[in-house]
């Protein structure tokens, strides 16, 4: 029980800025913790989700959707968001794989990342703003514990082969940890609604493809910004999905 809730401080001390009580944020996380990233999804969207509730009741639904939408950043220290603006500049550009490895390290972001910023932006305000605002903080629980869910799946096939790997990285959660979050959120969905079930199979084929995208283009191996970028575009890709319907 103590490994578990090291585990757990661990978690919120690294993929977020909440408080963990023993752990400092700039601990690479052990697998365990990284074992626990979708409980800091799942609080981190209830958390966000109550501020868009909260600013909608006492100015606008839209204002409500937009500052849900920069807590869910916020909240995170936009530490996947920086995976995704990086990635975008690597993945994106025309090079070969060694050189995109040597993008990802570039701290400035160029036109692909402000591209990409853009994009996530107008989707993310657009699909929330098609949920009533009282649903938010269990629609954002729902949405960041799956996002990072379907982001484990893909640690167990595509470890980072570089000569010196992410600590972050040299090992994955157990495959039991992946089904008993699955089997949470699965559960978690019959409160969302009962045919929201069918969104998460399609999520996770959703990870699976776009990780090998990604190795492919890094020669063969994911690094830490690709699960960050996995991470923010597996999110946008919930709610749309829910905000269609399926």
């Known amino acids: 029980m ?16 909440l408080p963990n009580g023993s752990r400092p944020q700039q601990t690479v996380p052990g697998y365990a913790a990284i074992g626990m990233l979708p409980l800091v999804g799942l609080v981190i969207g209830a958390l966000a989700g109550a501020v868009g509730y909260g600013i909608s009741c006492v100015t606008n639904a839209l204002l409500g959707y937009a500052l849900a939408y920069c807590a869910m950043i916020v909240f995170s220290g936009a530490l996947h968001l920086d995976g995704f603006l990086d990635s975008c500049d690597a993945l994106f550009a025309s090079v070969d794989p060694q050189n995109r490895l040597k993008i990802l390290k570039d701290p400035t972001h160029g036109t692909y990342a402000v591209a990409g910023m853009s994009i996530l932006t107008v989707l993310w305000i657009a699909t929330l703003s098609g949920f009533k605002p009282q649903t938010l903080p269990l629609l954002l629980a729902f949405t960041g514990a799956l996002a990072r869910t379907g982001a484990l799946l893909p640690m167990f096939f595509n470890a980072d082969t570089r000569p010196t790997p992410s600590p972050a990285l040299a090992q994955s959660p157990s495959k039991f940890v992946f089904f008993a979050w699955l089997a949470i959120v699965l559960a978690g969905s019959f409160f969302v609604g009962r045919w929201v079930w069918a969104v998460i199979p399609v999520i996770l084929c959703f990870n699976v493809l776009i990780a090998r995208w990604i190795a492919k283009q890094l020669g063969g191996s994911l690094v830490g910004d690709s699960y960050g970028f996995l991470i923010t575009i597996s999110e946008a890709f919930v709610l749309l999905l829910l905000d269609s319907k399926v």
């Open 2 to 17: 103590k490994n578990l809730f090291a585990a757990v401080g661990s978690a919120f001390g690294y993929f977020s800025i």
